[in-house]
């Protein structure tokens, strides 16, 4: 009942854009501060950016800052991560998840930074 449903991720070049979304269904997403996390294979998770429950507030990791923006439309129940000058360092299943509070994992979407 309670979903998180990443999706807009995919193979690009070094240098092109990609922008991700992570849906909510089953509850009221404006509810809570969400948050981007990335796993690469043998990496730990990172968290990358965060956004507050109005989107009034935003935190971003140092490695991509300047590049990627985070964004929430509540009345849409989703969130959006606008990644550009994409790296191959940013390659990773990217999740989004509360801050504060667990929500049951969606499957992720890949990102892959290739030339």
């Known amino acids: 009942q309670l979903q998180l449903v990443e999706s807009g991720g995919g193979l690009v070049h070094p240098g092109e854009s990609l922008r991700l979304s992570c849906a909510a269904s089953?509850?009221?997403?404006?509810?809570?501060?969400i948050g981007w996390f990335r796993q690469a294979p043998g990496k730990d998770r990172e968290g990358v950016s965060y956004i507050s429950t109005s989107g009034g507030n935003t935190y971003y990791t140092d490695s991509v800052k300047g590049r990627f923006t985070i964004a929430r439309d509540n009345a849409k129940n989703t969130v959006y991560l606008q990644m550009n000058s994409l790296k191959p360092e940013d390659t990773a299943v990217y999740y989004c998840?509360?801050?504060?509070?667990?929500?049951?994992w969606g499957q992720g979407t890949q990102v892959t930074v290739s030339s």
């Open positions: 998840n509360g801050v504060r509070y667990y929500i049951p």
């Open positions: 089953g509850f009221t997403l404006g509810w809570y501060a």
